[in-house]
């Protein structure tokens, strides 16, 4: 083993505090863990969580505006903690330790104090995982109960390690965490994202091991990159490159499918946080997760706002600790009993609590709103002209809207978008937005998992792509194969079938649903500077932007493109009305 801090260990604010703890891996390679446990001596449940984020970088130091914004608008977050041992995307400490509970962070595989090389959610940094969990199930401070709690990446890697069955895993709870790595992280419908080539040299780079430049530990004095410092070539050889991954490799294969978990092969209790907001990677594998899981006990809980927000709120820190102070603590506080489903309902202004037996809603009326191309309108007529509309690849497209509503209506659930479109080129890219407007016509936005300013929901897909897999397709969610591109001939028009991820929305007498159907990702024309996100303005799409250099410039996606409508081919949206009560 190379040089690394030495463990330490100190008491503070009532908490005892193991300071870089090594953990070695099956292959000899250490990983470093910082530990916070009562300070008695005695064995206690486990909440686990590992990331690439830099454990021993403090939530204010790191993402000072982030915490100052949950803290203004959120002051109970304050209320019961100090907040200075919060770090980004784990559970606090200090609301945990004082309930009985042993909170365990550990820097993945080539990140902070931990050796190796960085590559996200690989089958190694999987096993990882999978070891720090039995390690800690067998550790004196430790019941043998381990469960698993974070935000994103933090969520994200529970799926893929609870497929793999550790015996001590008592319980997760993905909060926020995409289960499909190739359909949620790099590509939305084919069209690849790029989130991971710029989230990566802002958040995982800025904390990789050995990095010399790295952030300082506060309440330690070491850098959270750990021993020794690297060498730039040395860093860069030990990190993916993972823009240059996404261009390789366009189609599902062996890579994302080794990077998504079986999920029907995960029997652990789950609860599943998901956000209405997370279009782009924040909610549909929690959706997609709790349909499929193997697992006979799961709960579906569904929020909105920003997506470190309700994690850290007295909200979801009661649904945190019901669920597992049920299952690795054995109380009988009724969780059992609880409806499997808790919606935070969306409404222009707000969100309401409703719990609900199944996902999506047994009662909902899937209904076929026909887009009428000359009017600009979407109807439950069928229209019975020939229509054509063409637009520039590469603009904001075109317009529908249902009629003002002249009552209140609820939409709760996935969307499918079905057109038929052709091209002057031999491809080109859809982007699908949900809308809402209020009753001077201005588009109601909404603060969303990452974005401001974001719309109701969004779907895309690559006309290439838009092969599907008929057996996991759903009429309100299309499924694509992804294995291979389909032809496009200019031209010809082809059938394709859009997945807009799950929403909800009650929307007022007044107001007025529309969808847009554009070449390029949805912005929302506010006046001024927006807040930025890895060097870019935040517009509308948050930071799940779809210009990849070297994909989307090539001229393919730069023609014209046309959408019909014929007798045979009428285009429609399929849409999740839900009953009043």
């Not at 054995?330 to 202004?349: C, F, H, I, S």
């Not at 932007?545 to 989307?552: M, N, V």
């Amino acid at each position: 083993m190379t040089e690394q801090y030495a463990p330490k260990s100190e008491l503070r604010d009532g908490m005892r505090v193991d300071w870089d703890v090594r953990i070695t891996m099956g292959d000899g390679l250490t990983l470093a863990a910082d530990i916070f446990r009562p300070d008695d001596d005695q064995p206690h449940p486990v909440l686990l969580a590992a990331s690439p984020y830099g454990k021993g970088l403090p939530f204010a130091v790191g993402y000072a505006s982030q915490l100052k914004s949950l803290l203004d608008e959120h002051p109970e977050v304050a209320e019961h903690s100090t907040n200075a041992y919060q770090v980004w995307e784990y559970p606090d400490p200090e609301r945990w330790v004082p309930a009985g509970y042993v909170c365990v962070r550990i820097d993945t595989r080539g990140a902070g104090g931990s050796e190796g090389a960085i590559d996200f959610f690989s089958p190694q940094e999987t096993q990882d995982l999978y070891e720090c969990i039995e390690w800690a199930a067998a550790q004196p401070w430790s019941t043998g109960k381990i469960g698993l709690l974070g935000i994103s990446y933090l969520a994200s890697n529970q799926w893929q390690v609870a497929e793999l069955a550790p015996p001590h895993l008592a319980a997760i709870c993905p909060w926020e965490g995409a289960s499909d790595y190739y359909r949620e992280y790099t590509h939305h419908g084919g069209i690849p994202s790029e989130f991971l080539p710029s989230w990566m040299p802002y958040q995982v780079k800025s904390v990789q091991h050995g990095r010399a430049d790295a952030e300082i530990n506060p309440h330690t004095g070491r850098r959270v990159s750990g021993l020794p410092i690297r060498t730039d070539e040395e860093l860069a050889e030990n990190a993916i490159a993972i823009g240059d991954v996404i261009r390789e490799n366009p189609t599902v294969n062996s890579y994302y499918q080794d990077r998504s978990a079986v999920l029907e092969k995960i029997t652990v209790p789950v609860l599943s946080a998901s956000n209405w907001g997370g279009m782009g990677l924040h909610s549909r594998g929690n959706f997609e997760a709790f349909t499929r899981v193997g697992s006979e006990q799961k709960w579906l809980e569904v929020h909105g706002l920003e997506h470190w927000t309700e994690f850290y709120t007295n909200y979801g820190l009661d649904l945190q600790r019901q669920f597992f102070d049920h299952f690795l603590k054995g109380e009988d506080n009724g969780w059992d009993a609880k409806p499997p489903v808790q919606l935070k309902v969306r409404t222009p202004d707000d969100f309401f609590v409703r719990a609900e037996n199944e996902w999506p809603l047994a009662r909902t009326e899937w209904t076929r709103c026909y887009l009428d191309i000359d009017s600009g309108s979407i109807t439950p007529d069928v229209p019975s002209t020939d229509q054509r509309v063409t637009f520039e690849a590469r603009s904001a497209g075109v317009m529908f809207k249902l009629p003002v509503l002249e009552e209140e209506l609820e939409l709760t659930g996935p969307a499918a978008l079905k057109l038929f479109v052709s091209s002057t080129t031999t491809d080109a890219d859809l982007f699908v937005t949900l809308h809402l407007f209020d009753p001077t016509g201005t588009e109601v936005l909404f603060p969303t998992a990452f974005e401001p300013h974001g719309p109701l929901a969004q779907g895309w897909l690559r006309l290439s792509q838009r092969t599907l897999d008929a057996d996991r397709s759903l009429p309100y969610r299309p499924w694509h194969a992804h294995t291979e591109a389909a032809q496009v001939n200019p031209g010809t028009a082809y059938e394709a079938d859009v997945e807009i991820w799950p929403f909800s929305i009650v929307a007022p007498a007044g107001y007025q649903i529309g969808l847009s159907v554009r070449g390029q990702d949805y912005t929302h024309g506010l006046p001024g500077k927006q807040e930025s996100a890895y060097g870019r303005e935040l517009l509308g799409s948050g930071a799940y932007w779809h210009e990849l250099p070297g994909d989307r410039d090539n001229p393919a996606f730069a023609g014209q493109t046309t959408l019909t409508g014929t007798a045979d081919q009428r285009p429609y949206v399929l849409l999740p009305f839900i009953p009043r009560t």
